[in-house]
């Protein structure tokens, strides 16, 4: 058996020697004072250690709260999402890909399928309204529309 690196060998050795040194007298003294330091050290090692896994799992803890907070809001964002492109689909009579995924990774599903209105043309040319206004009316009032400006940009 080897403690820190040191075999039965050196550990008497060192006994031997500390019996030389210190004397017969004193040695008793000083191993209750060695042993009392390191039983101090492993309850200060053992605090440290459970200040740690107390940290570890309380930040575990937080995690999991908030992981399920991310989720649930997520969850309700993709329901939203879904909610506004079935309206706004319906209202545009348009088919759009969707925009977010669902955690599974397939795409949300649409209960509702819009397709474009289409009309038949009219049976006399004659009768056809033109659909914008006419480039006349456009023009005749002299003022043209100018773009809005860029916004400046410091």
Same mark, same amino acid.
């Given at each position: 058996?080897?403690?820190?690196?040191?075999?039965?060998?050196?550990?008497?050795?060192?006994l031997?020697?500390?019996l030389v040194?210190v004397g017969?007298?004193?040695?008793?003294?000083?191993?209750?004072?060695?042993?009392?330091?390191?039983?101090?050290?492993?309850?200060?090692?053992?605090?440290?250690?459970?200040?740690?896994r107390?940290e570890?799992?309380?930040?575990?803890?937080?995690?999991r709260?908030?992981?399920g907070?991310?989720?649930t809001?997520?969850?309700?964002?993709?329901e939203?999402?879904a909610?506004?492109q079935r309206?706004l689909?319906v209202?545009?009579a348009?088919?759009?890909?969707?925009?977010?995924?669902?955690?599974?990774?397939?795409?949300?599903s649409t209960s509702?399928? !819009?397709?474009? @209105?289409t +009309? $038949?043309?009219? &049976?006399n040319?004659e009768? /056809?309204? #033109?659909?914008?206004p006419? !480039?006349?009316? @456009?023009? +005749? $009032?002299?003022q &043209?529309?100018k773009?809005? /400006?860029p #916004?400046?940009?410091?």
């Amino acid at each position: 058996m080897e403690f820190l690196g040191v075999g039965y060998q050196e550990l008497l050795l060192i006994l031997v020697l500390m019996l030389v040194v210190v004397g017969p007298e004193r040695l008793p003294t000083m191993a209750y004072q060695i042993g009392r330091a390191v039983r101090t050290l492993q309850q200060y090692a053992r605090a440290v250690r459970n200040e740690f896994r107390d940290e570890f799992d309380y930040l575990e803890e937080q995690y999991r709260t908030i992981r399920g907070e991310v989720d649930t809001a997520r969850a309700e964002l993709q329901e939203e999402q879904a909610s506004w492109q079935r309206d706004l689909q319906v209202a545009t009579a348009i088919d759009l890909p969707p925009l977010l995924e669902e955690p599974n990774g397939k795409a949300p599903s649409t209960s509702e399928s !819009a397709t474009p @209105a289409t +009309s $038949s043309p009219p &049976e006399n040319a004659e009768s /056809a309204q #033109p659909v914008g206004p006419p !480039a006349q009316e @456009a023009t +005749s $009032s002299g003022q &043209e529309e100018k773009p809005p /400006a860029p #916004p400046m940009v410091f």
